[in-house]
């Protein structure tokens, strides 16, 4: 499956953007998928995540409540909806996915096969 990260832009504190994973070349709800995003000289974090079984939902506690993740099997696309965005949530974003990742490696970049390229989300105060 290849991976295609789309809907980041520059935005206001307390703003919303929606970022879109598309997938081609397979299909996208037999995945999990994560989203990550990295800042420059730190590691690649765990953001947010959705089951291919039952569509189970996953996210960081710094965004909870504030972030959702959702999937559209017709569009074949996985969305982030990220909402009362703050300065800290700047960063590169990548979607990424794997047939096999468990609740307890999910936050593991490294359990991803495919990864979409980032797209950068900015957040001004």
């Known amino acids: 499956v290849q991976l295609q990260a789309s809907g980041g832009g520059l935005v206001q504190t307390g703003g919303s953007l929606r970022l879109s994973c598309a997938a081609s070349?397979?299909?996208?709800?037999?995945?999990?998928v994560g989203w990550f995003r990295q800042v420059p000289g730190k590691e690649r974090e765990f953001v947010s995540g959705?089951?291919?079984?039952?569509?189970?939902?996953y996210h960081k506690d710094s965004v909870k409540g504030r972030f959702t993740i959702s999937r559209d099997d017709a569009e074949n696309t996985v969305y982030l909806q990220m909402d009362s965005l703050k300065p800290e949530d700047t960063a590169v974003y990548y979607c990424?996915?794997?047939?096999?990742?468990?609740?307890?490696?999910?936050?593991?970049?490294?359990?991803?096969?495919?990864w979409g390229q980032g797209t950068l989300v900015t957040v001004s105060s």
């Open positions: 990424a996915a794997n047939s096999d990742v468990t609740y307890r490696a999910m936050h593991r970049a490294s359990q991803y096969n495919y």
């Open positions: 070349e397979g299909t996208i709800s037999r995945y999990f």
């Open positions: 959705i089951s291919w079984r039952r569509n189970m939902t």
